[in-house]
């Protein structure tokens, strides 16, 4: 229970005619005993709290970034009216920044033996499951002199997927992709290994395509034409040691990796090849098999979810034994890692012939663009200091991406903001050659 500020307010005018005119404590009586009754009045018309009953319903997850509706729904089953102010606290990343107070705080008035909903907003700004925290009620008497305060546990979670920002290039990689598999009127000659079908010969094709027996039963010289690859088997590895936590920009490298393995699962779904995932650094964080083509995004985005980078360093041996056992045939290995040179010479590149002679392995890293500016920048001997520095970074990164292309290993090295259409045109061009 509480007094409100109207009882304050009431008491300190009663005090100032008590001060002037009759000081004492008999004045006093005067004024607060009257108030005093009247808050224990109103005390009893308010309504209980503890007797509340209260439910919740809504959104059980939503992408970051955009909003969630949550339903509260109170029960008066008491014979006074419900006059109240509701506090639903959540944690504090589920709004943005100075909109909680006002997205978590309600009026309601229910009355006897009646039930009021209210719709709580969340507008997360950080992935992972968001629990609700204690539903704080305080119960007002009819004066609003008095209250009645309480609260009440009401169990609510709600799961914040990653915002998969890059779907917009979605469409674009499905009309390329149309065009490897002849599904448009556009003439695309890819160098797939899948035969599709016979069509008669034009300039400009390539003699090896020539089917000699198909053209000794007719008249005309006929081609062999070929579609890319289906069926084949892509494994997105992610890495989740304390590199990924770095942060490029206002977000941490991982969380573009996530975003560029959403993309290349999408892409890759559609054209028919099967899609898992492996979230690793010294142990499984997270593991995707054998999913349905149209339940691996939603399997991936769940399990995505709740990944964060761990601050240790990543077991490559670990990674590269389980990737070798969740992938015992021949697969694309898409390993999101960093391209610095420690962890890459130092544990990578040792193990890393064990992946190429069974698999195809690409590997995309996240380039900070703030290095780029650095390195053009002049005009005073900081700036000079820094742009050398930065030169020193790239080639640095230049070297260590050479050795890995020299172990047959195909490099995307790109900033946040491409680094899904890059990798998902990397994939495209290793299906157009035959390569998967």
């Known amino acids: 229970m509480a007094l409100t500020g109207r009882t304050a307010l009431l008491a300190a005018l009663g005090s100032l005619p008590v001060g002037i005119w009759d000081p004492g404590w008999t004045g006093l009586l005067a004024v607060n005993g009257p108030l005093a009754l009247a808050c224990a009045c109103d005390f009893a018309l308010a309504a209980p709290v503890r007797r509340l009953g209260l439910t919740r319903s809504g959104d059980t997850s939503v992408r970051q970034g955009e909003t969630a509706d949550v339903t509260l729904t109170v029960s008066n089953p008491s014979g006074r009216p419900l006059r109240a102010h509701l506090r639903d606290a959540w944690p504090p990343s589920s709004w943005l920044a100075g909109t909680e107070v006002e997205a978590s705080r309600h009026r309601l008035t229910v009355p006897p033996g009646e039930r009021r909903r209210v719709i709580t907003r969340l507008r997360p700004t950080r992935r992972g499951d968001r629990q609700a925290d204690r539903v704080t009620i305080r119960s007002y008497g009819p004066l609003g002199l008095f209250s009645r305060q309480g609260t009440h546990k009401v169990p609510w979670t709600v799961r914040v997927l990653p915002p998969f920002t890059s779907r917009k290039h979605l469409p674009s990689k499905l009309a390329r992709l149309r065009e490897l598999d002849g599904r448009t009127s556009v003439l695309t000659r890819g160098e797939g290994t899948e035969f599709d079908s016979l069509r008669e010969y034009v300039p400009g094709d390539d003699t090896r395509s020539i089917d000699w027996r198909a053209t000794a039963r007719q008249s005309a010289v006929a081609v062999r034409t070929w579609r890319p690859e289906r069926d084949r088997h892509i494994l997105l590895v992610l890495d989740t040691g304390r590199t990924s936590a770095g942060r490029v920009g206002d977000a941490p490298r991982f969380d573009a990796s996530m975003d560029a393995a959403l993309l290349l699962a999408a892409l890759a779904s559609r054209a028919g090849d099967r899609v898992d995932l492996l979230a690793y650094d010294r142990r499984v964080r997270a593991l995707v098999q054998g999913r349905a083509a149209n339940d691996v995004l939603p399997s991936l985005v769940n399990a995505m979810a709740a990944l964060e980078p761990e601050l240790v360093e990543t077991d490559a041996r670990g990674l590269t034994a389980t990737t070798l056992r969740t992938a015992p045939r021949r697969s694309l290995i898409v390993l999101l890692t960093t391209l610095d040179a420690a962890p890459v010479e130092q544990g990578l590149l040792p193990v890393l012939s064990q992946l190429t002679q069974r698999h195809t392995v690409l590997l995309a890293s996240v380039a900070?663009?703030?290095?780029?500016?650095?390195?053009?920048?002049?005009?005073?001997?900081?700036?000079?200091?820094?742009?050398?520095?930065?030169?020193q970074a790239q080639s640095e990164r230049h070297r260590t991406a050479e050795q890995l292309r020299r172990h047959g290993v195909t490099v995307v090295d790109a900033t946040p903001d491409d680094l899904a259409p890059t990798l998902a045109d990397a994939y495209l061009a290793l299906k157009t050659a035959g390569r998967l």
Not at 370 to 377: F, L, N, T
């Open 368 to 391: 900070d663009p703030h290095v780029s500016r650095m390195a053009g920048s002049r005009g005073n001997t900081d700036a000079v200091y820094e742009a050398a520095a930065a030169a």
